[in-house]
């Protein structure tokens, strides 16, 4: 078993074979938003709620890495890429209308460089249905160059095949997902991350469709943790190996309760 497999394999509950991961990368591309102004002690909090893995910056990993520094921590993975996210983006000159969600794409962080930072994975994008097809050719490229030398570094990369393109009106278009998580797939992903399209049977479509372990996002906050928990069971169903959910967890009322909503249906079915 290769480096890059044993630590994606940890990241999988021994008795579920499922991942609960909570996404605290925000801030990279959306700035303080409410709930995260205190990014070290959000992270704290999230750590001693118990998920499977945290996926954060750089940045927060340079500085919140030694939160992690204990026997049966959950995994640090590293956001290893940056994309347009924020309105304050919009109206930057560009060659094209581009300035929409996902519509510039950049990496950040080399594998080598989050191994030393004692990353366990990285998360990557691969964004379908950008305006200007150069931005989604380099995406490809840049993805698979990374995958590769994330292989032979020994780090796995969770790829985030998503359909945030401006050209796309649905994002939860299963047959367009499962295009994107199959491109991951041959691109050399070791997993996917990808929007649960709101019903099992087209979920099923994405999920048959690679030879990866898929892990469903979590989307805009729900004020409400019933349709949240709703959805994440519907997407088990379908046969996702576990969730990365970010803003339902962290800007939740009481956010180490709602991790532990979360984690007894992914690992043991028992939350209503």
Not at 62 to 83: E, M, S, T, Y
Not at 94 to 112: C, I, M, N, S, Y
Not at 197 to 205: A, I, L, V
Not at 255 to 269: K, Q
Request: glycine share 12%.
């Amino acid at each position: 078993m290769s480096g890059a497999n044993l630590r994606l394999n940890r990241l999988f509950d021994r008795e579920s074979g499922r991942a609960f991961i909570t996404a605290f990368d925000h801030g990279i591309t959306l700035g303080p938003k409410p709930g995260s102004e205190d990014a070290l002690g959000v992270l704290e909090k999230i750590i001693n709620a118990g998920p499977d893995g945290i996926l954060i910056s750089p940045g927060v990993m340079k500085q919140g890495g030694h939160l992690f520094g204990f026997r049966g921590a959950p995994a640090p993975i590293v956001r290893a890429d940056w994309i347009y996210n924020h309105d304050v983006m919009k109206g930057l000159p560009t060659r094209l209308q581009d300035t929409a969600q996902g519509e510039h794409w950049r990496v950040v962080l080399q594998p080598e460089e989050a191994l030393q930072m004692g990353a366990d994975a990285i998360t990557m994008f691969l964004i379908v249905g950008t305006i200007e097809g150069k931005e989604f050719a380099d995406n490809v490229r840049d993805l698979a160059a990374t995958c590769n030398a994330a292989s032979k570094a020994g780090i796995p990369v969770i790829v985030e095949s998503v359909l945030w393109g401006a050209r796309m009106d649905d994002q939860r278009d299963a047959e367009l997902l499962a295009f994107a998580a199959r491109m991951a797939a041959e691109l050399g992903a070791d997993a996917i991350k990808t929007t649960f399209t709101g019903d099992t049977e087209s979920m099923r479509q994405v999920i048959d469709g690679t030879p990866l372990p898929v892990l469903v996002l979590g989307g805009v906050r729900s004020p409400d943790p019933a349709p949240v928990i709703a959805n994440l069971r519907l997407a088990l169903e379908a046969g996702a190996k576990g969730v990365v959910y970010g803003r339902n967890v962290w800007q939740a009322d009481d956010p180490v309760r709602m991790c532990g909503l979360l984690r007894d249906v992914i690992h043991g079915g028992r939350a209503e």
